[in-house]
C-alpha cells in the first residue's frame, strides 16, 4: 500500500505563485511514472505535469513555461510549482504514482485562482 498526501492548495489571485507538495509513504527513488493531475468542476481529470521512465517529464500544453514539476527523491516528496495562475487553473489537484502496475492517488487538494 503506498500512501501520496498533498499539501499547499489554496486561494490565490491571478498571477500568483503557488507550490503543491506530494509526501509519499515509501521511497520514491524507484517510482519512474509520477506526477500530477487536476479536475475542474464538470471536467474530467487531466494530466498537469508527470514524471515518466524517471528523468522524462511531459507537461500539458496548457501550462508549460508555468508550471514546473521536481522530485526530492531523499525526501520522498514530489512538488509542483505553478507560476502565472490563470483562473482557468482552478481545480482540485492530484498527485499520483505507479508502483507495480497499480496506480495510487493522493486525496487531493484544492487550487483557487480568483481576484
Known amino acids: 500500500q503506498v500512501q501520496l498526501v498533498e499539501s499547499g492548495g489554496g486561494l490565490v489571485q491571478p498571477g500568483g505563485s503557488l507550490r503543491l507538495s506530494c509526501a509519499v509513504s515509501?521511497?520514491?527513488?524507484?517510482?519512474?511514472?509520477m506526477g500530477w493531475y487536476r479536475q475542474a468542476p464538470g471536467k474530467q481529470r487531466e494530466l498537469v505535469a508527470r514524471?515518466?521512465?524517471?528523468?522524462?517529464?511531459k507537461y500539458a500544453d496548457s501550462v508549460k513555461g508555468r508550471f514546473t514539476i521536481s522530485r526530492d527523491n531523499a525526501k520522498n516528496t514530489v512538488y509542483l510549482q505553478m507560476n502565472t495562475l490563470k483562473p482557468e487553473d482552478t481545480a482540485v489537484y492530484y498527485c499520483?504514482?505507479?508502483?507495480?502496475?497499480?496506480?495510487?492517488w493522493g486525496q487531493g487538494t484544492q487550487v483557487t485562482v480568483s481576484s
Open positions: 515509501r521511497s520514491i527513488f524507484s517510482i519512474n511514472d
Open positions: 514524471f515518466i521512465s524517471g528523468a522524462t517529464i
Open positions: 499520483a504514482a505507479e508502483v507495480t502496475g497499480w496506480t495510487y
